[in-house]
């Protein structure tokens, strides 16, 4: 059966949206590390949250960073980067979020410490999940390019 965030959710799907959400945290987490100096786009951990296309796209974009000289680390202004379930739908052993991303990580050149982009992002996401035998895992993340200019109100 299909559900929204927006109504009324049965205990399981609401512990289904938890469990979506958790993951979602995980991978930018482990995508925080794996950017972060030395540069690791092979980790493992990004495996345990993502697959498919999510997977290729992430490891792609970390790797193309040290080429660059450059790695991802806390914003220095001391606001950490969140991600929040805005919205979601459940489909059998898929589901899709909208989410709520505040960006705050600084991009810096490895060699000198000079930070690249410290722009806070704060944008709506969508995240596609497909349900494995070893739990959730993320497939696809999309955002609107020209849309970076806030999240949906219901994002609280």
């Given at each position: ?16 949206i ?27 951990a ?14 792609d ?46 991009l ?19 995240v ?29």
């Open positions: 059966p299909e559900t929204t965030t927006t109504q009324a959710l049965t205990p399981g799907h609401a512990e289904i938890r469990e979506l959400g958790a993951v979602l945290r995980g991978l930018h987490a482990a995508a925080r590390v794996a950017g972060s100096e030395p540069v690791s786009p092979n980790a493992e990004l495996a345990t949250y993502a697959t498919g296309e999510a997977l290729t796209e992430i490891r974009q970390l790797a193309a960073q040290p080429d660059e000289g450059l790695a991802r680390r806390v914003s220095r202004a001391g606001r950490l980067s969140t991600v929040q379930i805005v919205s979601g739908k459940i489909s059998g052993r898929t589901a899709t979020v909208v989410a709520c991303e505040i960006d705050t990580d600084e810096y050149e490895i060699n000198t410490g000079t930070t690249i982009d410290d722009e806070v992002i704060v944008r709506d996401i969508t596609n999940f497909v349900k494995t035998t070893g739990g959730w895992k993320i497939t696809k993340v999309s955002f609107d390019p020209d849309d970076a200019d806030g999240c949906s109100a219901s994002a609280g």
